[in-house]
């Protein structure tokens, strides 16, 4: 809870901050910060009042969200990749903002858009792991959850979902039962990418375990039906739709959600776009790859949209993967590349994800922050540039605009929690806590992000002080969160480090 003023702000962005901090949180004119002391801790609430004008625009900006499925940090030409090129998404980052110390609060998918959509721990409302099907039965967002769209609709805003919801399957948990207008796109987790193959496409099984095997069709739904499609590719499809909403409504401020499902399993990509890639031997790395690349040409026909409507420096662009690519697609297929890790798991790969925003005249040009943010960051930062009032509703992300201004670095913990395991990263700090899958207790990992961002020297040894004062911050960040609402129904197992015994990944 946030203390202070009797009658609750229009806003109030509440961040974990523990004692390491030591109590130094940057005031800047955008908002103001109350410490409270708390089992030997602090936890910062910053309380503002953000309306369209304390960002300089006269009207609320159109926004759009979109969102790429296991991205992992190294599959981005701009982030150093070097076998996919992506021209448009780096196009993107070359407009505004590239973020290098982005981090989402899960490591795999569902968790990871709660907190994401929501502006909140998903641990907040007990959302913890993936559904794995028991979305099918009413698991997902709970109905007093509030979420992005929810608030931007009371603004004026026409919303819309286009591609995965992967929070609820009945129609009590359906995307347009929280605040969308519109929905054209996937349900549940996954879909195949084709109706049928053609001459040139080309795919494999889902290597995932407990995934339909052989060919994966495409499926999808409009609002609350099935739309039955007779070709086309999912990505080129969702991308059309996006462009269709973008045209529908040039006249009113909007919000769109555009979660592509690339590139998550199953590995199934068109002709066109494997031509580019006939140079890979290797047919999973070059379907991947494919993926990547239409996703790319999706985003720039969504950046080309907006120039011929005119509504480029009317638009706040927000990209983000959800978690960090896959380790089960294959060796070599994806990467995560200088980090060490992949989904599912707490090392930097599995959390640390490309991030990039663009809104011409309001973020500058070619800016890299390296500062570390979390995803629900920009939730709050939506709604503070909407100038949407979230009443008493206390959201964990703080509004990113002042501090990109000010290249303000954040005073916050950054925690982690599939139970039992879990992680903290505090400053140059990170403590990783993993459940072996021999049964035979835990493995504690200290690193130094600062000295060592690949995770590679387990410090917890040499300096237990800095583990015992990261476990407080833990146990101080969890006596505040919900016990899961529903437990892992997915499970896999790897080490964390070499010649060490594998650990429980709890999914």
């Given at each position: 809870m946030c203390g202070g003023a009797a009658k609750a702000p229009p806003f109030i962005f509440c961040r974990f901050v523990s004692a390491a901090a030591k109590g130094a949180v940057m005031m800047s004119p955008f908002k103001r910060t109350v410490l409270i002391a708390a089992a030997g801790l602090l936890s910062a609430c910053v309380s503002a009042r953000s309306t369209p004008a304390s960002h300089g625009v006269e009207a609320p900006p159109n926004i759009i969200l979109i969102i790429a499925d296991d991205l992992g940090y190294g599959d981005l030409s701009?982030?150093?990749?070097?076998?996919?090129?992506?021209?448009?998404?780096?196009?993107?980052?070359?407009?505004?903002?590239?973020?290098?110390?982005?981090?989402?609060?899960?490591?795999?998918?569902?968790?990871?858009?709660?907190?994401?959509?929501s502006g909140r721990y998903q641990q907040r409302f007990g959302y913890e792991f993936n559904p794995v099907r028991r979305d099918l039965e009413g698991v997902g967002i709970p109905a007093d959850v509030r979420i992005l769209p929810e608030y931007l609709r009371e603004r004026g805003y026409r919303t819309a979902l286009v591609g995965k919801w992967h929070l609820g399957r009945t129609r009590e948990t359906h995307p347009m039962n929280h605040g969308f207008d519109e929905f054209v796109g996937l349900l549940p987790g996954a879909t195949?990418?084709?109706?049928?193959?053609?001459?040139?496409?080309?795919?494999?099984?889902?290597?995932?375990?407990?995934?339909?095997?052989g060919f994966w069709p495409m499926r999808l739904e409009r609002g609350y039906e099935r739309e039955e499609r007779t070709g086309g590719y999912l990505t080129d499809i969702l991308t059309d739709e996006a462009i269709g909403f973008i045209g529908r409504n040039r006249d009113r401020p909007f919000f769109l959600t555009l979660a592509y499902n690339a590139p998550h399993t199953p590995l199934q990509a068109s002709a066109l776009y494997l031509e580019r890639y006939a140079h890979i031997e290797d047919p999973s790395a070059r379907i991947y790859a494919a993926m990547?690349?239409?996703?790319?040409?999706?985003?720039?026909?969504?950046?080309?949209?907006?120039?011929?409507?005119?509504?480029?420096?009317?638009?706040?662009?927000?990209?983000?993967?959800?978690?960090?690519?896959?380790?089960?697609?294959?060796?070599?297929?994806?990467?995560?590349?200088?980090?060490?890790?992949s989904k599912a798991t707490y090392l930097e790969g599995g959390v640390r994800v490309p991030m990039i925003a663009s809104w011409p005249g309001h973020l500058p040009r070619g800016r890299v922050h390296e500062q570390p943010i979390v995803s629900f960051d920009w939730t709050a930062t939506i709604l503070a540039a909407a100038g949407a009032e979230t009443g008493s509703a206390p959201l964990d992300g703080v509004d990113l605009l002042p501090l990109i201004a000010a290249l303000e670095p954040s005073s916050a913990a950054i925690v982690w929690r599939t139970s039992p395991n879990y992680a903290v990263r505090e400053g140059d700090w990170k403590l990783i806590v993993a459940e072996r899958a021999d049964g035979a207790g835990m493995i504690t990992y200290l690193f130094n992000l600062e000295a060592d961002p690949q995770e590679r020297v387990n410090r917890a040894a040499e300096r237990p002080e800095i583990v015992q004062q990261l476990q407080r911050s833990y146990e101080a960040w969890s006596a505040q969160m919900q016990p899961p609402s529903f437990d892992s129904e997915r499970r896999l197992a790897a080490p964390l480090a070499p010649n060490d015994p594998p650990v429980n990944l709890y999914n």
């Open positions: 701009v982030y150093g990749g070097e076998r996919i090129q992506t021209p448009h998404i780096d196009t993107l980052a070359a407009d505004g903002v590239r973020f290098t110390n982005g981090y989402v609060t899960a490591a795999v998918c569902a968790p990871s858009r709660a907190a994401l959509l195949g990418y084709l109706v049928e193959p053609s001459e040139g496409d080309e795919w494999l099984p889902d290597p995932l375990p407990g995934s339909p095997q990547v690349s239409a996703m790319d040409d999706g985003v720039g026909r969504v950046m080309a949209a907006l120039r011929e409507q005119g509504l480029s420096e009317r638009t706040l662009v927000i990209f983000v993967s959800d978690n960090g690519c896959a380790a089960y697609v294959g060796a070599g297929v994806c990467s995560n590349a200088p980090l060490r890790g």
